[in-house]
């Protein structure tokens, strides 16, 4: 539905089936399964708060894992996508940056699971309480908001790692641009998720800190049968 040229400019070299990969990563790292991982594992995360350095493990395990079961799953379709679109190669180079994009924006989504948490109802409980409107809106906005911050994010880190890329591509003229280009984008993009995944925790850690009483009470809670 855009038009070409902006379509050019927002893809750049990941359009068609590519762009396609990204778009679900990034829908599937925004989905609260990935972000809210407070509220879907109160106990283990009551515990790790006890300590600092518990807590940060805590985010880097469950960031881990989850972005084992996002990160292998796109990558294989993009691989797949490579072989039938007879683009294997720039897909192969480009493999690794779409296994390692959710470490780091899972880390960093860890954020929003700390500033907005709630915990799992079932449908007998939300029905029931369906008048309750408050709950309802913020349930609401629990569940949009990682999928508006976390839908730039991934962007965001795709073109900071394209302008590094042409950066360096410009300086070194006599290289062949393109593909080094993919290259460097694909190293710079995974090198950024590794140092979110490391560094994200602590953030984790003092957002922690900060909501600690609210924490306690929204994830204290006796779960609703």
């Not at 790292?29 to 972000?35: F, G, K």
């Not at 296994?99 to 929003?112: M, N, Q, T």
């Not at 590794?194 to 602590?202: D, G, K, Q, R, S």
């Amino acid at each position: 539905m855009l038009p070409a040229d902006l379509k050019e400019w927002l893809f750049d070299s990941l359009q068609g089936r590519l762009a396609f990969v990204i778009v679900l990563e990034t829908w599937l790292v925004s989905d609260v399964s990935s972000t809210n991982i407070f509220g879907h594992d109160p106990v283990a995360a009551l515990q790790a708060m006890q300590e600092g350095r518990a807590l940060r493990r805590f985010v880097r395990v469950k960031a881990t894992a989850l972005s084992i079961l996002i990160g292998v799953p796109c990558t294989i379709i993009a691989l797949i996508f490579g072989i039938h679109g007879g683009s294997l190669g720039r897909v192969a180079i480009l493999a690794p940056m779409f296994l390692a994009i959710p470490f780091g924006v899972i880390a960093i989504g860890s954020w929003l699971g700390v500033i907005l948490p709630y915990r799992y109802r079932t449908l007998r409980w939300r029905w029931t309480n369906r008048r309750q409107w408050r709950v309802t809106v913020r349930w609401l906005v629990a569940m949009m908001v990682p999928y508006w911050i976390l839908g730039l994010f991934v962007p965001v880190t795709i073109y900071l790692a394209r302008f590094t890329a042409g950066l360096i591509t410009n300086l070194h003229r006599h290289v062949r641009a393109p593909t080094t280009t993919l290259e460097i984008t694909m190293l710079v993009t995974c090198g950024l998720a590794v140092a979110t995944l490391f560094l994200a925790p602590w953030g984790t850690e003092r957002l922690a800190n900060w909501r600690r009483n609210h924490l306690l009470a929204e994830l204290g809670e006796p779960v609703p049968v």
